[in-house]
Nanobody, 118 residues
């Protein structure tokens, strides 16, 4: 059983930046983040494979970057130019195969709140 630890999150003003991290307790192929705002479905934010292939949802392209340290089984999400609509609970996701779509996710983090004030 793989556990995901995701400290970080917090409150930031619009236009600001934040970095999330997620450490897995074991070797994982695909990692990334989903987010869920109140009253909305959980949506993919970004994903990265162990070989560095990335995927982003359209609304964050050009603003968010995702990277990983395979030696530490850790993935990072750098969020720039944050907008109030980025406000959500961000969940680290991992799988030994793929984390897309959401039904393929094998492991979830506990979630961390990101709030962007206008």
């Amino acid at each position: 059983q793989v556990q995901l630890l995701e400290p970080g999150g917090g409150l930031v003003q619009a236009g600001g930046s934040l970095r999330l991290s997620c450490a897995a307790s074991g070797s994982i192929f695909s990692m990334g983040w989903y987010r869920q705002a109140p009253g909305k479905q959980r949506e993919l934010v970004a994903a990265i494979s162990s070989v560095g292939s990335t995927k982003f949802t359209d609304s964050v392209k050009g603003r968010f970057t995702i990277s990983r340290d395979n030696a530490k089984n850790t993935v990072y999400l750098r969020m720039n130019s944050l907008k109030p609509e980025d406000t959500a609970v961000y969940y680290c996701a991992a799988s030994r195969v793929t984390i897309v779509p959401v039904t393929a996710v094998g492991y979830w983090g506990q979630g961390t709140q990101v709030t962007v004030s206008s």
